[in-house]
């Protein structure tokens, strides 16, 4: 007998000559009467307890599976847009260099035409 029965069924083993009243079978027969009833009420219980876990966890594994899904599209589209962001990058890059270098070709041609006609003495302005 656990501690927790001897709580519960303290006055069980008492017989006549201990002053308990009734035999102990008789007290026996009660305990194990109402047990039976409240066995059966816990047992009720228990069944809807489990069965709301069992929803909840139901539930919670249905929302995680979703969340997975939701996650791994959101880190593919992630990834395209971290590939997109690098070409942009880089084409932007291009373009820069490709204007930088038009200006500079540019200014070399006007310091180039500008050189020649000083030289030619049309430099002179009214």
């Known amino acids: 007998m656990s501690e927790e029965d001897f709580l519960d069924y303290g006055d069980v083993g008492e017989s006549e ?3 308990g009243g009734a035999p102990a079978s008789q007290e026996a027969d009660q305990i194990d009467l109402y047990a ?4 059966a009420s816990e047992v009720s219980e228990n069944q809807e307890s489990y069965l709301e876990v069992q929803q909840r966890a139901d539930a919670a594994s249905a929302k995680s599976t979703k969340l997975s899904r939701q996650a791994a599209l959101l880190q593919k589209k992630c990834d395209i847009l971290t590939k997109q962001n690098t070409a942009l990058k880089k084409n932007i890059s291009c373009l820069y260099k490709t204007a930088k270098l038009e200006i500079d070709r540019k200014d070399t041609e006007i310091q180039r035409l500008h050189a ?10 009214r």
């Not at 039976?36 to 066995?39: C, I, P, R, S």
């Open 17 to 19: 000559s201990d002053g």
């Open 36 to 39: 039976d009833l409240t066995g």
């Open 116 to 125: 020649q006609q000083v030289s030619r003495g049309q430099g002179k302005t």
